[in-house]
């Protein structure tokens, strides 16, 4: 099967180009490597070279990042600081320079831990069309949306109130068995805690039974006891060559305490 590849100057003009059998290339990870592969559901892939793709910048008091800039670029990134350790628990270093926030939010699972960051910092989705999606209507509709995404808008969390866990099969790197994400403002007390886990659904999911068990609650084994007991509720994992769906039941709430309880192990 023969590959047309079409580069367009703007966005917008990307968008328009995409038709049955068309795959925008972000960095091309998966694109390109499904092509390697053979891929058969695709033989049109459209990139553009719009400049904003690669821009972060200041949006209120957080971050807006085109979709088309790179975990590493996230890492090097001034005022990204709390995504860095994010982007740097995604792939090696080829990877990472690769790598797009926006590719990052379309990957299957276990796949997609940027975007589970993104789902706990309840950032934004901004579409080519101009229309701005909360992250979890995003991923609701991920199916069905028509589109390219543009940007992502993250608001700035409290000092030392976000918090990123990856569990991996080989360390430092690799796909995640799980992956857990929380917002967690409050201090002593917490108060309006987002939880998101990343390889325990189709998508990264919210544990809004663990955010609702979390609210006034102090961080320490007490505290954190009922948001361990129901933060499997609403979850849906699946089996995969890493881990089963029985596996990773198993193994959330231990690792959902030791990031609420900040432990290294
Ligand atoms: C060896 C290896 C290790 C990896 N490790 C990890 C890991 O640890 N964690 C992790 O999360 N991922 C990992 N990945 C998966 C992948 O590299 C990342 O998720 C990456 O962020 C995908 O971005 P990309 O730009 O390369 O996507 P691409 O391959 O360019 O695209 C992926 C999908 O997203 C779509 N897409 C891309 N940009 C846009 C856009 N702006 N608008 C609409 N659709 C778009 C594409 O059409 C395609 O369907 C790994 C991949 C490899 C090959």
Same mark, same amino acid.
């Given at each position: 099967?023969?590959?047309?590849?079409?580069?367009?100057?703007?966005? *917008?003009?990307? /968008?328009?180009?995409?038709? =049955?059998?068309?795959?925008?290339?972000?960095?091309?990870?998966?694109?390109?490597?499904?092509?390697?592969?053979?891929?058969?559901?695709?033989?049109?892939?459209?990139?553009?070279?719009?400049?904003?793709?690669?821009?972060?910048?200041?949006?209120?008091?957080?971050?807006?990042?085109?979709? +088309?800039?790179?975990?590493?670029?996230?890492?090097?990134?001034?005022? /990204?600081?709390?995504?860095?350790?994010?982007?740097?628990?995604?792939?090696?270093?080829?990877?990472?320079?690769?790598?797009?926030?926006?590719?990052? #939010?379309?990957?299957?699972?276990? !796949?997609?831990?940027?975007?589970?960051?993104?789902?706990?910092?309840?950032? *934004?989705?901004?579409?080519?069309?101009?229309?701005?999606?909360?992250?979890?209507?995003? !991923?609701?509709?991920?199916?069905?949306?028509?589109?390219?995404?543009? /940007?992502?808008?993250?608001?700035?969390?409290?000092?030392?109130?976000?918090?990123?866990?990856?569990?991996?099969?080989?360390?430092?790197?690799?796909?995640?068995?799980?992956?857990?994400?929380?917002?967690?403002? +409050?201090?002593?007390?917490?108060?309006?805690?987002?939880?998101?886990?990343?390889?325990?659904?189709?998508?990264?999911?919210?544990?809004?039974?663990? =955010?609702?068990?979390?609210?006034?609650? *102090? #961080?320490?084994?007490?505290?954190?006891? /009922?948001?361990?007991?129901?933060? #499997?509720?609403?979850?849906?994992?699946?089996?995969?060559?890493?881990?089963?769906?029985? !596996?990773?039941?198993?193994?959330?709430?231990?690792? #959902?305490?030791?990031?609420?309880?900040?432990?290294?192990?």
């Amino acid at each position: 099967m023969s590959i047309t590849v079409d580069t367009y100057p703007t966005l *917008s003009d990307a /968008a328009l180009a995409m038709r =049955e059998g068309s795959q925008f290339l972000g960095g091309g990870t998966m694109v390109v490597r499904g092509l390697n592969f053979g891929a058969q559901d695709y033989d049109h892939v459209v990139r553009s070279t719009d400049a904003a793709l690669k821009e972060v910048r200041p949006a209120g008091s957080g971050l807006q990042i085109g979709a +088309g800039v790179t975990m590493t670029q996230v890492m090097q990134a001034s005022g /990204a600081e709390f995504l860095a350790p994010v982007a740097r628990a995604i792939g090696g270093p080829a990877v990472r320079n690769m790598a797009t926030v926006g590719g990052n #939010l379309f990957v299957r699972s276990p !796949y997609g831990d940027f975007g589970v960051a993104l789902l706990a910092l309840d950032a *934004s989705v901004q579409m080519s069309d101009g229309q701005s999606l909360p992250i979890e209507t995003f !991923y609701a509709q991920r199916a069905s949306l028509r589109g390219l995404v543009a /940007a992502v808008t993250v608001p700035r969390p409290g000092h030392g109130a976000f918090r990123f866990r990856k569990v991996t099969r080989t360390r430092p790197k690799g796909a995640s068995v799980l992956s857990i994400a929380a917002h967690l403002p +409050g201090g002593s007390r917490i108060s309006g805690a987002r939880i998101a886990f990343g390889a325990m659904g189709a998508t990264p999911l919210r544990a809004k039974s663990a =955010e609702a068990a979390l609210e006034g609650a *102090s #961080l320490d084994q007490g505290g954190i006891q /009922a948001a361990l007991d129901s933060c #499997l509720n609403g979850l849906d994992p699946q089996d995969d060559a890493l881990a089963s769906a029985w !596996y990773r039941r198993e193994i959330a709430a231990v690792h #959902l305490r030791r990031l609420l309880l900040d432990e290294e192990r």
